[in-house]
Every structure is written in structure tokens, then in C-alpha cells.
């Protein structure tokens, strides 16, 4: 008896670990808009970049925020500096400067430059219909992240239009992560 319940509890607590973030590609999220309208969270980030690996290990691995993210978002993972095709707009973007043989950084891909990333990592919201909401640069705590994913969720950011009122929102707001 000992031992199924030992058996039960390291099942459960490896089920409670390998709780991730259901990530997908642009294109995935952009086709299940179309079926069902949700906000798309894009993690943009290179294989080189230190704060994104950190990114992955301490935020996004964090129970609220997967929790949080897999229930009011379409998730994506792009790589600012991969080949991936990004069928967007009416447009397809790709990396056509991407060398193979390159080690550590490498060409920007054209939707990452699309959006105006210029640092690693960036968080990036996008509307129900796919239109851009917002770049949001740098590395970010659970704490720290909680506050963009529920203002951009809620439309909460549509009512904030100077530094004034992002100030009040920031004072205002009451993490719970």
C-alpha cells in the first residue's frame, strides 16, 4: 500500500511539473483565431540569448502564469533569428539572409522586424483578428509579466494613453502571481 501511494504522489507531482505553456507557431494561432477569437501571446526570442533562456526557466515555467496564458491566449514561440514562414497579413515573411553555418547570432527575420523588436527577449499581444497590440522588450519576472498579460486580456490598455495613467494603472494594479 506504501508503495502505490508513493507511486501516486510522484506521478502526480511529475504531472504538476511538466505543466508547460502550449506553445504554437504564428501560423497554428492565426488559423484557431479564425475558429475561435482569443489574443495571441508571441515569446520572441534567439537561441543565443541568455535572458530568454531565463525567460523559459523562471516565467514561463511558473504555474500561474502557464495557467493564466494557456486559459486567455493563443501562445507562440517564434525565433527572432530562425526560418521559420510567417504567413501574416497578407504577406508571407521570411529570413532570407539566415546562414546555416553561422554560430550564435544570425539575420533577423523579417516578422521580427515587422513587429519593431530590436532586443531579446520580447513579449509581443496581438488582437483577436491578428492586428499588433504591442512590443513589450525584456526579460520579466511572473510578478512583472502578470501586470501586461492581464491589462492587454482585460482591454485595460486601451484606456491607458499617457504615462500618467500607466502610472496610476501600475499603482492601482494588485498581483496576484
Known amino acids: 500500500m506504501k508503495n502505490i501511494l508513493l507511486l501516486f ?3 502526480t507531482i511529475g504531472t504538476v511539473n511538466s505543466q508547460e505553456i502550449n506553445w504554437m507557431t504564428m501560423n497554428e494561432a492565426i488559423a484557431a483565431q479564425k475558429k475561435t477569437p482569443k489574443k ?3 515569446d520572441v526570442y534567439t537561441t543565443w540569448c541568455g535572458p530568454c533562456k531565463m525567460l523559459d526557466k523562471n ?3 511558473d504555474k500561474e502564469v502557464i495557467e493564466y496564458v494557456n486559459k486567455n491566449y493563443y ?5 527572432a533569428e530562425g526560418t521559420e514562414k510567417v504567413d501574416y497579413q497578407d504577406f508571407v515573411y521570411t529570413n532570407p539572409n539566415y546562414d546555416p553555418a553561422r554560430k550564435g547570432r544570425n539575420s533577423q527575420h523579417l516578422f521580427a522586424h515587422a513587429m ?7 513579449v509581443v499581444f496581438f488582437r483577436e483578428n491578428g492586428d499588433l497590440i504591442q512590443a513589450v522588450p525584456g526579460y520579466r519576472t511572473p510578478p512583472q509579466l ?4 492581464k491589462m492587454i486580456y482585460s482591454d485595460d490598455y ?7 495613467a500607466w502610472e496610476e494603472y501600475q499603482k492601482n494594479f494588485k498581483p496576484t502571481f
Not at 501562445?75 to 525565433?79: L, S
Not at 502578470?146 to 498579460?149: D, S
Open 158 to 164: 486601451l484606456e491607458i494613453i499617457t504615462a500618467e
Open 116 to 122: 519593431k523588436v530590436t532586443a531579446y527577449p520580447t
Open 40 to 42: 495571441i501571446f508571441m
Open 75 to 79: 501562445a507562440v514561440k517564434f525565433n
Open 9 to 11: 504522489l510522484l506521478l
Open 59 to 61: 516565467t514561463f515555467s
Open 146 to 149: 502578470e501586470i501586461f498579460l
